[in-house]
Nanobody
């Protein structure tokens, strides 16, 4: 059974930083591509960043230069370091791993950025 568990969200002031974690189980984590998505109230879920099995990364334009995705295969954990946060970064952040037959999602963690 695949499980993705996010943590690290909370309330932070604009300009601050937060680090999110996504702990995976039930998958061969070292070969998995991991995505982070976010969904703000009233908006569709949007892709934020990815890291593939060899550590290559890509970012959505709104977060480039501010967010950093990383992974620790020994800990089966992916991270999203979020710096220079803006109120428009407020959302529920989800970890995602594409599988061969389905997409796996965590339960999400709320990040609220106050102005």
């Amino acid at each position: 059974q695949v499980q993705l568990v996010e943590s690290g969200g909370g309330l932070v002031q604009a300009g601050g930083s937060v680090r999110l974690s996504c702990v995976a189980s039930g998958i061969v984590f070292r070969i998995a591509t991991v995505n982070w998505y976010r969904q703000a109230p009233g908006n569709q879920r949007e892709w934020v960043a990815l890291i593939n099995s060899i550590g290559r990364t890509n970012y959505a334009d709104p977060v480039k230069g501010r967010f950093t995705i990383s992974r620790d295969n020994a800990e089966k954990t992916a991270y999203l370091q979020m710096d220079s946060l803006k109120p428009e970064d407020t959302a529920v952040y989800y970890c995602n791993v594409p599988g061969s037959t389905e997409n796996y999602w965590g339960q999400g963690t709320q990040v609220t950025v106050s102005s």
